[in-house]
Every structure is written in C-alpha cells, then in structure tokens.
C-alpha cells in the first residue's frame, strides 16, 4: 500500500501492537520526499537509526520513523558500504537534527551537508570510530581527552552566557546547559548532552532477548514498563506471537501505575520550585504510599523486569486488585483535594502561568509527543482513539480521554498531569474490574525477524526497534526516548523568561537524560 | 490557606523508624544523630552525583526525602556544591563522558569525605552491574574511578537500604 500519495511501497506489521508500517526507501531522494509529505501532513519525524549490514554482505541502512496520523511508517533506506551518506532531513524536521549527528558518531553514515557537530561522542573514543561498526573491536583504551563544543554565541551588548553542569544542584542526571542571557532574561539556552552515555546499544548487540528485556527496562529508570513494553511489542512482532489478553490488560495496568507515580513526584516538585514545601512533601507521601503498593502487588517499587516478551512475570488475584481499587479511590481523593488548592494558591498560580510557555504550531514543528504536546492543545495521545487511528489492545476497548491544554505554559502541564492521574486512576478501575481471565505469559521463541514497539509513556512516544539474527539473539536494538524531541522544546519554553524560571520549566517536562544519551 | 492547614493537620506526621541494625526506636536515632555531630562536629550534608545512572537510583534518593523516611528531619541534607558536602553519593556506572566530572567533584569535596556508590551499577555487583560494565563508553563501577567507603547494592536499592548505607558510612 502507499501512504500520502508517495512512492514508497508500505506493508503493515503484524501482530497487536500500535499500528506500523514498513517501507523502503529507493534512494534518499525518495526517503526526503517521503520527510517532506509527512511535514506537509503535520505528522512527526519520531525517531532515527543506524545498522552495520556489511556483515551479511550489504552495506549500511539507515532507519527513519514518521509519525502520521494513523500511524507510524517505519522506512529503511540501504547505503553502500564505501560512502554512507543521506541527504539531511533536518532541513524538513529539525528533530532530526541531533538524532543525525548521534547516528553518525554511533554508525558512521552522516548526512550529506548540515550540522556536522557530534553528539554523543564527546572526546572518549577518536572521531573515526564507531562503536556500532561490526568490525569496531572493544574500543577500550582510548584516551579520554576533553572536548570542546561549538556552542553557538550570541552577541550583542550586555550579552553574557552561564554555563550550568554537567553535574547540576540538585538530585538530577548530568547535562550541560549555556545560558545567553541579559541581565536576568535568557536570549537562548542550548544544551549539550550525551553525559549519561554508557553504550547501551553496543552492549544489546549478541544479547538473548530476555537478557535484552532486562537491559532495555534500565534505559530510563523511570519509564522502565514503557521500554519493556515497547522491547515486548518489538520482539512478540517480530517472533510473530501473540500475547494472551490478560497479559495486555496487566501491561495496561503497570504502564498507568508508572504514569501516576511519575505525576504525583513531579507534581510535588513543581509545588516546591515555586516554593510550596507542603506540596512536595503532601505528593511525595502519596507517591510512597503508590510505590509501596507496586511493590506488594508486582514485587518491585517501579514494576522493572516485570513485562517480558510473551507476557508478564506476574499475576494478580481478587485480593490484589481490590486492594488496589481500593487505594485508588484514596489517592484520588486527596489529590482532588490538593489540586484545589494548587489551583486556588496565588503565589503558585503567578509561578505557574504564562512560564515557559510554547505553542501547538511550535509543538508540530519540534514533532513533540506525549504530555508536554497535549499542553499545547494537541490531541496526540497513542492510547486513545482519533479519526483514522485505531489505539492497540487493550486501549482501544477502554476508550482513553486525551486530556489537553491550550496554554502551552507551565499551568498548562501541570493541569495535564492533574487530569492525567484523575484519567489513569479511571483506567486501572476499569482493567481491573474487566480483567480477562487466563494465562499471562506463552513461550517466546525468538527467529530471525525485526519488529517496532510503539508505547505511550508519561512523558510521551516510547519506541524500540529490534532486529533478530537467524540464532534469534539481538542483531540491533534501538530504543528511543520522548526527549530527544522534547529537549529542543525546553529551549525554546525558557526563552524570553527569567534563569530563576529555568528549574521550574525544566520540572514541568522533566526529561530523561538517559533515556536520549543511551 | 485554611485547606491546607486542614491538610497538614490531618496528613500528621508519618516518619517511620529507621531500619533494623542502623537504629529502631527513637533512642538509637539520638545516639546516631550525636554520632553524626559527634563525628563531624555538625549535620551531615551529602552531595548527590550521577554519574551515568538510568536515573532509577535517583527516584529512590528522592523518596528519602519523602516524609516517611525524613532525612532532613534527621539532620542529613542535601547540598547543591561538593565543597560542602560530607559526602558524596554515586550513582552509576561512571560514563566515560562523566569519568572527568566525577574526578572533580570528589577533588573538591573537603576532607575528610566519605563516598557511598549507590545502586548495583554504582557497585558492579547484580544483574545491573552486568548489564553496565566497563565498555567503550563506561568506566564500569564507582570504585574504578574514585575509592568508594560504603556500597549499597540494589537495583534500585530502597530508601530504607540508602539509609543504612549513609549510616554506616558515618559509623566508619
Ligand atoms: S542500579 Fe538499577 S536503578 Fe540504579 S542506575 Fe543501575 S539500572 Fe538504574
């Protein structure tokens, strides 16, 4: 089938996973052309990779995924192995940007012109080397000589730049961030990652997939059901097995429990960096008690390893899910309770709007997903039901009310995350009283075969792309965070607003290092 | 104004006891706190230092500022500069793109320092620990980097085990 009136030819993926097609790419004028209906669309660029295929006798292929709106279409173009390069698209999408460069210090296939800066590599491993090459070697011993980074100046009179990290006050992950500011405004933040780069997608490289599955539910702590979720839909497609109903509802359930505990954490920060302590100590509690019962219902606080292609490694009884229905009634109750006073508190309310605020033009430009788009008025939500879009199971039997918010500001995501958690907590009611009965987990023989994993977590589009080798162990992986997409729109919210205003904005996403830098 | 009030009143207070073999009741804890003064002469301040986690052992640091675990209450905070930092609290592994930053942190950090590696990254140890050992772009554990006192092993390890390492560091 084509999709948008182009070229390319489309199949879809088997299995019951969010829709995806695949495609290939003839050649990189056919994969831009392609960049460029799908920008006409209003659709997303959603994540970028490479592959080695010189060992199978092929050269390099570079892997695209767009987001559409009935969709994703995942489009491969093949690169010869002597001059990899493709032609920029971050002329149509500017997300695509940093995933370029980091595909290039990854791989080694660049875009023919565009920003050439790296990403990743920062000065531990020489610029002619990649770690992701089959014939790269363990790459240990290099020097690990500091680099320097062309952050872009900005002149001017009474112009000056701060720069902030990578090791920042608080209790956060490593980043750097340069500030030009005058006096107190910020005329431009531009941030430098890659800190948190510890090589995960060369260690999933040779790996069994249950091996993959516990490394993949450690690429962002806090995301970790949305990864092996994502990691689960991948493989299941790609080993074409399907996961028994209740396994799906009992995803469902641990995938909203880690939106609820990452709300109420935040929620609670956000009260305390516009100094209301008793925010954050009120929803520190609630989110304590919430972890507390993670734990006793799936054994571990955060739920990690708990989804496995197949299925889940653990069920619940009656007494389990009344025990949870029944906290969930208490939670909402006094989260009720503090969003009214959230909302009715002056100080926090003048912190709050109009701050760090962007819009859903911006928003569509950057192909933000997830939370911080819907705070833009987007209804971009891969759980619910939208014209042409079908959500996959069980989501589109418990039909999910995007919540949304115009304003684009602080106020705004945080109003998200209120009605999140109201939303959330409806749902975990719902597959628990609707829990269908049976097994939670069939055997996962993995065979040669790729698959893509698509998985709405709290902060937005989880993607993990798998490729099995004929021995069924882990040819590549690619796991991609929300935040890549996300971090250029952090820049552009603290812009025109005050640096004081900067750890306030920066909770109201809060990204994941990590989950960008892998 | 008045909701909240309410609201606190009726929250109480919910910091629990400290874990078995750091301290039980409330007599144990003074002892420990006139440890910690006695020891270092006032408070104890830690500093916090990713230095390539997935950012799992954070969430847990956070919830030990959580009213059920205190830590400020206990006199234990929390500082944003490693030069007034007691101690430094690791999370790992080290990334090599860190490996210079962590080295700093610690050069700055007055002595006499403890350094707590946090999480089975941060140790080495685990199926977290297999998962996150020396590559291309990882130093591996904390102790490849820095010398470590006290290990806390988890993945990630629970408040209530954070707690027990940051009292046994004291102890030391
Ligand atoms: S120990 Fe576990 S939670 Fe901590 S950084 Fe490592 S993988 Fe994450």
Redesign the interface.
Known sequence: MKLLDEAIEFTSQPGVGAPVWRGHAEDGIELHAFAAAVRRADGRMAAIWGEDRRPHGAGFRLHCVFGLNEGHAWVSLDLPAANPVYPDLADVFSAANRMQRATRDMVGIATAGGDQRPWLRHGAWPADWYPLRHDAGPGEGFPNAPSDYDFVRVGGEGAHEIPVGPIHAGIIEPGHFRFSVIGEKVLRLEQRLGYQHKGVERRFIGMDVAQGARLVGRISGDSTCAYAWAYAVAVESAAGIEVPQRALALRALMLERERIANHLGDLGALGNDAALAFGLTQFMRLKEDWLRMSDRLFGHRFMMDRIVPGGVTTDLDAAALAEMVEQCDTIGRDVKELRAIYDEHPGLQDRFLTTGAIDADLARELSLSGMGARATGMLLDGRAWRQGYEPPAPYKALGVRPITDDRGDVAARVAVRFGEIFESLRLLRALAVGLPTGPVRVDCAPTAGSGLGVVEGWRGEVLVGVELGADGRIARCHPHDPSWQAWPALEHAVMKDIVPDFPLINKSFNLSYTGADL | MI??LK??FR?GI?TEPLPEGAATPAAELDRLQDEIVRILGRALTIR????????????????L????YNLEGRGIK?V??PRHADMLLVTG?V???????LRI?YDCTPDPKLVVAVGDCGCGCG??GE??G?????CGAIENVVPVDVRVPG??P?PLALLQGILAAVRR
């Open positions: 909701p909240m609201r606190i929250t919910l916090e230092v990713d230095a390539g986690s997935c950012n799992g052992c954070e969430l847990e640091i956070h919830a500022n959580n009213p059920y929390f944003a500069s592994p990334t090599k793109n860190m490996e210079n930053a942190a199926v977290a998962l996150s020396p590559n291309y772009a990882s993945c990630p629970t």
